[in-house]
Antibody, heavy 115, light 108 residues
């Protein structure tokens, strides 16, 4: 069965770039859509964006200017970068399979933004 | 963006009882594009319902979804011990997709 594992630094400095990778195991990254979602403390879940295995993307307008999602089919993983982070980007970041609803989720990784 | 408001915040029930969870949208959700998820500590989220009333693969029939427009309901007909969890609604009819704040179903 397909499993997702998020990886990346747990601590990022204010104004720097957050980078996370989601590795897909037990299945292929194609021909699916893949998403990033985050849980903000005290504010609930927020959809960040999705990517198709071919590279087509769509982002939440509230984050669009700072977010990039990319895919590497040869490594069976996809990635998230968020630039110019602030404390408001502190969250648990989840990767998931799907475009509009998500049937497979990672366990999530906590990213703290601090100066 | 569409704001989803779930009620109640916490529902305290006993095993075997019926649970009724509400999700209200700030504007009509296109094509009943509403999903429900279950979340338990230490586990990945689980898709229960999509399209307002369609059970996802492998979901027991004690879970049912209903509603349209701005009012949606998740019903668990008879609570099993493993159903005590947090439940979220999510709309995908209008971008950006958004979530409700969750309803916790705990043991009375």
């Amino acid at each position: 069965q397909v499993q997702l594992l998020e990886s990346g630094p747990g601590l990022v400095k204010t104004s720097e770039t957050l980078s996370l990778t989601c590795t897909v195991s037990g299945g292929s990254i194609s021909p699916y859509y893949w998403s990033w979602i985050r849980r903000l403390p005290g504010k609930g879940l927020e959809w960040i964006g999705y990517i198709y295995y071919s590279g087509t993307t769509n982002y939440n307008p509230s984050l669009k200017s700072r977010v990039t999602i990319s895919v590497d089919t040869s490594k069976n993983h996809f990635s998230l970068t968020v630039t110019s982070v602030t404390a408001a980007d502190t969250a648990i970041y989840y990767c998931a399979r799907g475009k509009t609803t998500w049937t497979v989720w990672g366990q999530g990784t906590l990213v703290t933004v601090s100066s | 963006e569409i704001v989803l408001t779930q009620s109640p915040g916490t529902l305290s029930l006993s095993p075997g009882e019926r649970a009724t969870l509400s999700c209200r949208a700030s504007q009509s959700v296109n094509s009943s594009s509403l999903a429900w998820y279950q979340e338990k500590p230490g586990q990945s989220s689980r898709l229960l319902i999509y399209g307002a009333s369609n059970r996802a693969t492998g979901i027991p029939d004690r879970f049912s979804g209903s509603g349209s427009g701005t009012d949606f309901t998740l019903t668990i007909s008879r609570l099993e011990p493993e159903d005590f969890a947090v439940y979220y609604c999510q709309q995908y009819g209008s971008s950006p997709w958004t979530f409700g704040q969750g309803t916790k179903v705990d043991v009375k």
